[in-house]
DNA sequence: TGCAATGTAAAACGATCGTTTTACATTATG
DNA sequence: CATAATGTAAAACGATCGTTTTACATTGCA
């Protein structure tokens, strides 16, 4: 695993369980157990390192839901939550912190999200037997939500997303 | 409207457009037409104003969702992001952006987040003439996934979630 | 009239921020 | 062996942060 592998590692880290607010640089160089200049010379700086870490979460989560089904969906959902914890979604959270006012964490974040939305319809597609648009939204919503009410109602809100899911599911089926 | 209460309401307004991170005391007092010795006789600190802001928050917010149907709870918050904006939830990024680590941070997300589950578990009573504890909790799933995927999405998504919590609510019927 | 109370304007505080620099050690490779 | 690359340790940079202080103006009330 190279350096910069590492540092994006331990930043995306850092940023999700403390916020970008409290993660200083001195932190961060202190968790990954390497001087400033090694640091910068790898990341460049604290923003490029920010938008680094949600290309590289972007990467590692949506190979995650590469499922087949809406039920894998949300247990892949929920395997995340389990493994990752649940802070909310670290791309909307990194959009609202820098106010937006960011280009290259703007895309990142609008690029994840269009990825996400894409993967969700196609799910429902290949459930479905036919596109969806609408029934792609709401399961879109129950994903989101999970992932945010996960923060304060723990996993076990993940598995009400899915059983509403499979209810709207069911519903929507020929 | 006492100081205290304009201070708060352009704190609220700043942070929750820009971020914590991005809102300096000196712009506070610069848009809400202060000197920074009254901003801190009345506030206290950042800190105390963060969390003040929630508190006012929580009390306009829960106000405008003292409704007696989930149909009228998700027309509620069309017309909330429609006159707010949708930039997520301010409880959840406040307490992420922070880490969690502050106290009256922490207990003010709280405190929201318990009034919010208390109000949706009534409300899905009333519907539905009996207590659904699991479908309150998917109706809780579907506010907060409509809040947070309004971001991207828009105010649209409102109505998804509006019209998911109807289906659900349909099959939970008698 | 005089005295608190309450406000502004602006400088200054120390701390901390992200970032750069200086000086030096280690290692890989020709 | 020499040299270039890559690392550490640590001081220092200027900027900005939240906060306090100094000095002065305005106002309401006894």
């Keep these: ?18 916020g970008y607010m409290a993660t200083g640089m001195d932190r961060l160089t202190e968790a990954a157990g390497v001087s400033s200049r090694t640091l910068y010379k790898h990341v460049g700086s604290k923003t ?10 972007d990467r590692r989560f949506m190979a995650r839901i590469e499922v087949r089904s809406v039920d894998a969906l949300f247990a892949a959902l929920e ?18 912190e820098t106010g937006g006012d960011t280009p290259e964490i703007a895309e990142a974040v609008s690029l994840h999200k269009e990825a996400l939305q894409q993967r969700i319809r196609e799910v429902v597609a290949m459930d479905l037997g036919r ?21 304060y109602r723990g996993a076990q809100t993940v ?5 509403a899911a499979f209810t709207l599911l069911e519903r929507a089926r020929p």
Tied chains: 1, 2.
Aim: hydrophobic content about 50%; some cysteine; aromatic content about 6%.
């Design 48 to 57: 490029e390192l920010m938008a680094r870490v949600l290309t590289e979460r």
């Design 79 to 96: 395997d995340w939550v389990r493994v990752e914890g649940c802070r909310g979604c670290l791309f909307l959270r990194t959009r609202a």
């Design 1 to 18: 695993m190279d350096m910069t592998s590492k540092l994006t590692a331990v930043a995306e880290r850092l940023f999700d369980r403390h």
């Design 131 to 151: 596109e969806d648009l609408a029934l792609a939204e709401q399961v879109l919503v129950l994903f989101e939500g999970a992932t945010h009410a996960a923060v």
């Design 159 to 163: 598995s009400a997303a899915r059983a």
